[in-house]
């Protein structure tokens, strides 16, 4: 089955520094990658998605981008806030047996520091 | 929207007590996912309701747990009997279809099992 990993664990920037996330998948059939955000006592929320068929996406400060022949996607936030301080959750998934299943990483906490 | 709205959020209860979990998706939305959180695991799939009908529950972990959906605008976890391994965050999640539609997950419920 699929197996998502997702690097760091931990990363701690300056307000306005850029953050990366890197997440790597093992089924080469996935093909639908979302990041979630989550804020403390809150539930996954989603920030950005992205489909095999394109190979970078972008919204305002947060970008994905999707490497098909390595199986690698990375979320890169720009111009850090503290209010981007949360954890971050990579996923992947493709439609199997109707519907789409996601496998989340392990998640990266982030924090930014004014 | 209101959002998925879970209850209870926080639940404390002593070994071999049934706990029961509710969930009530976005309005419209025909797919239902029950999640578990912990630090050890991760985010991990428990079930997963398409039109009130459960299609994958490859997940749940043992007969204790079981999950029903007996209409479009309610779904229930229960465990019976508890056991402190069973401590976690539980979110249930909704989406339009079980495709690539963003699933919005509930604020959560908080198990101890003491």
């Known amino acids: 089955g699929e197996n998502v990993e997702q690097h760091p664990s931990t990363l701690s920037v300056q307000e306005g520094d850029s953050a990366v996330i890197k997440c790597t998948y093992s089924d080469s059939a996935s093909n639908y990658f979302p990041w979630y955000k989550q804020e403390l006592g809150k539930g996954p929320q989603l920030i950005i998605d992205?489909?095999?068929?394109?190979g970078e996406k972008k919204d305002q400060r947060i970008a994905v981008t999707l490497n098909k022949t390595a199986k690698h996607f990375s979320l890169h936030i720009t111009e850090t806030q503290p209010e981007d301080s949360a954890v971050y959750f990579c996923?992947?998934?493709?439609?199997?047996?109707?519907?789409?299943?996601?496998?989340f990483g392990a998640g990266t906490r982030l924090a930014v520091h004014p | 929207d209101a959002g998925v709205i879970q209850s209870p959020r926080h639940e404390v209860t002593e070994m071999g007590q049934e706990v029961t979990l509710r969930c009530k998706p976005i309005?419209?939305?025909?797919?239902l996912f029950w999640y578990r959180q912990t630090m050890m695991r991760g985010l991990e799939l428990l079930i997963y309701?398409?039109?009130?009908?459960?299609?994958?529950d490859s997940g749940m972990p043992e007969d204790r747990f079981s999950a029903k959906m007996p209409n479009a605008s309610f779904s229930t976890l229960k465990i019976q009997p508890s056991e402190p391994r069973d401590s976690a965050v539980y979110f249930c999640?909704?989406?339009?279809?079980?495709?690539?539609?963003?699933?919005?997950f509930g604020p959560g419920t908080r198990l101890t099992v003491l």
């Open positions: 996923a992947a998934s493709k439609v199997s047996g109707g519907y789409n299943k996601l496998i």
């Open positions: 309701f398409n039109n009130n009908v459960p299609i994958d």
């Open positions: 309005s419209g939305h025909n797919s």
């Open positions: 992205i489909r095999s068929n394109v």
């Open positions: 999640a909704s989406s339009q279809t079980g495709g690539e539609d963003t699933q919005y």
